[in-house]
């Protein structure tokens, strides 16, 4: 199975701007009132299948591969896309990633 690299970095970017592409990516544990109440913010990973590598690095099917480019470009990230034969533990990892609902 092909999966598809993505890896990206935000040059001369503030703390600022890069911790909105996390939390819109990534998603994002909140709180209010003292912590009396937590939810979840959904970011756009969370109905995405992925494998994170490090920071800035992840692997998607191909088919999801161009929404997660056109969300870091509009980041301004600097975005590289290679296609890459998946490991067996990525495989299942992406075809049984239990999504939530």
């Given at each position: 199975?092909?999966?598809?690299?993505?890896?990206?970095?935000?040059?001369?970017?503030?703390?600022?701007?890069?911790?909105?592409?996390?939390?819109?990516?990534?998603?994002?544990?909140?709180?209010?009132?003292?912590?009396?109440?937590?939810?979840?913010?959904?970011?756009?990973?969370?109905?995405?299948?992925?494998?994170?590598?490090?920071?800035?690095?992840?692997?998607?099917?191909?088919?999801?591969?161009?929404?997660?480019?056109?969300?870091?470009?509009?980041?301004?990230?600097?975005?590289h896309?290679?296609?890459?034969?998946?490991?067996?533990?990525?495989e299942?990892?992406?075809?049984?990633?239990?999504?939530?609902?």
């Amino acid at each position: 199975m092909k999966g598809v690299l993505i890896a990206w970095t935000l040059p001369d970017v503030d703390k600022t701007r890069t911790s909105t592409l996390s939390k819109g990516l990534y998603g994002q544990e909140t709180s209010s009132h003292g912590g009396k109440y937590i939810y979840w913010r959904k970011g756009l990973l969370d109905d995405i299948p992925y494998v994170k590598l490090i920071r800035g690095v992840v692997i998607v099917k191909e088919k999801d591969s161009k929404r997660v480019v056109e969300f870091l470009k509009g980041y301004d990230a600097k975005v590289h896309v290679r296609e890459v034969t998946l490991s067996r533990r990525d495989e299942r990892t992406l075809s049984t990633r239990k999504l939530p609902s």
